[in-house]
């Protein structure tokens, strides 16, 4: 009698620990909440334009939350590279459901040449780790008074 209320036991919670593991399973990778967490970005590539060497631009990208949850930026990668460093202003940031939030990209010129390249945003979404944003332009010698 023992014998079989060990087994009972033992194969009640078994079962119990697979259910469980089914339902967390199912919950966080459900396509319905992944699509409700996610923000859209209007425009994922934006240029600056031409500035001269020495200049700021800032470049602007329109987030709008379409979920049922805020979602906040909670900082982003460092970018410099040849011409312009990039970097997210007012972080963190948080868009709440059905809203829109603008976030701006500070552009550094720092040397003549052409200017191509992706920004991460980082989010608190676990259906939506990451955001590439783009920004591209020219940054061009600065003219010189006479």
Same mark, same amino acid.
């Given at each position: 009698?023992?014998? *079989? ?73 460092? *970018? ?19 809203? *829109? ?46």
């Amino acid at each position: 009698m023992v014998r *079989v209320l060990k087994t009972f036991s033992w194969a009640l919670g078994f079962f119990s620990l697979i259910l469980l593991g089914l339902a967390l399973r199912s919950t966080p990778s459900s396509p319905t909440q992944q699509a409700e967490m996610a923000l859209h970005v209007e425009t994922s590539s934006r240029s600056f334009g031409e500035a001269p060497v020495g200049t700021e631009s800032v470049v602007s990208f329109s987030l709008s939350n379409r979920g049922q949850r805020g979602v906040t930026i909670l900082g982003s990668d460092a *970018v410099c590279y040849q011409a312009a460093c990039l970097k997210a202003e007012g972080l963190p940031l948080t868009v709440p459901p059905g809203e *829109v939030r603008l976030i701006e990209i500070k552009v550094l010129c720092t040397s003549p040449g052409e200017f191509s390249r992706p920004l991460t945003l980082f989010t608190d979404s676990a259906s939506q780790r990451e955001i590439t944003l783009s920004v591209e332009g020219r940054v061009v010698e600065r003219a010189t008074c006479q």
